[in-house]
């Protein structure tokens, strides 16, 4: 570790933990035999005020996410007036008529789930001639109460986000159930992803991402081990 990053870890746990999260994800990926560098680390942020981002931030750290338009709406914009080089995931579920904000604020857009919100999404971007890339979430898990379009018509909405709607799409996502194994999840989205040719998988959170690099991630989303424990 260089003299530089020494010192920021001392100056805030938030600038340690994220530290300690890119070693993780190297050593991760050396295990997998994976180049690091095809790892985006999205630093979820959700619930956390701009206070507790800002050191990840000016660490350099560019992708960060959140699950809520509305919170996203009104933390990132002035952050990224002052970090216009950032780009926002939005990582939670979405109601079609969020479409129009979600696209306005966006540069990824991880679970977009049905036709219905396919096709609000992909008409705000006409109308707003900006294309955030999209993933697919895909409900692995089969979990009545979880969003995500069931692996039995994942290939469908696939075909018609591409064909019917011309969306950027670029991968797939999961978020496993709670509790279970992860990695049975990790290889169907995989698979499905595969099949398809998109090259990129959302998956793998503190819990889990380690295994989910060992899988292929290309995507993690992590947030707890960077910003801390959200209060529930
Ligand atoms: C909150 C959230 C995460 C991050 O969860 P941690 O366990 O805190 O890392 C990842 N993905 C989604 C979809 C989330 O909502």
């Known amino acids: 570790?260089?003299?530089?990053?020494?010192?920021?870890?001392?100056?805030?746990?938030?600038?340690?933990?994220f530290s300690h999260v890119l070693e993780a994800i190297a050593g991760a990926a050396k295990t997998a035999g994976r180049?690091?560098?095809?790892?985006?680390?999205?630093?979820v942020s959700k619930t956390k005020p701009a206070?507790?981002?800002?050191?990840?931030?000016?660490?350099?750290?560019?992708?960060?996410?959140?699950?809520?338009?509305?919170?996203?709406?009104r933390k990132w914009p002035p952050l990224k007036a002052r970090y216009p080089a950032s780009r926002l995931h939005l990582i939670g579920s979405l109601q079609s008529n969020k479409a129009r904000d979600a696209v306005a604020l966006a540069d990824a857009i991880h679970a977009l789930d049905r036709e219905k919100?396919?096709?609000?999404?992909?008409?705000?971007?006409t109308r707003q001639e900006r294309r955030p890339e999209c993933f697919?979430?895909?409900?692995?898990?089969?979990?009545?109460?979880?969003?995500?379009?069931?692996?039995?018509?994942?290939?469908?909405?696939?075909?018609?986000?591409r064909e019917k709607y011309a969306l950027p799409l670029v991968g797939l996502m999961c978020l496993p159930p709670h509790g279970e194994e992860p990695a049975p999840h990790f290889a169907l989205l995989r698979k499905i992803a595969e099949r398809h040719g998109?090259?990129?998988?959302?998956?793998?959170?503190?819990?889990?991402?380690?295994?989910?690099?060992?899988?292929?991630a290309t995507?993690?989303?992590?947030g707890s081990a960077i910003f801390g424990a959200r209060e529930v």
């Open 1 to 17: 570790m260089t003299q530089e990053s020494t010192q920021t870890d001392t100056a805030s746990p938030v600038a340690a933990n």
């Open 35 to 43: 180049d690091a560098a095809e790892i985006t680390l999205i630093a």
């Open 51 to 73: 206070e507790i981002i800002e050191p990840v931030l000016s660490a350099g750290h560019i992708d960060f996410g959140e699950n809520r338009v509305q919170e996203a709406q």
């Open 117 to 125: 919100l396919a096709r609000a999404v992909a008409e705000e971007m």
């Open 136 to 161: 697919i979430q895909v409900n692995t898990g089969e979990e009545a109460q979880k969003s995500g379009v069931l692996p039995a018509d994942a290939d469908a909405l696939i075909d018609v986000c």
């Open 198 to 216: 998109l090259a990129k998988l959302s998956m793998g959170m503190t819990a889990d991402y380690e295994i989910a690099i060992a899988f292929g």
């Open 219 to 222: 995507h993690i989303r992590v």
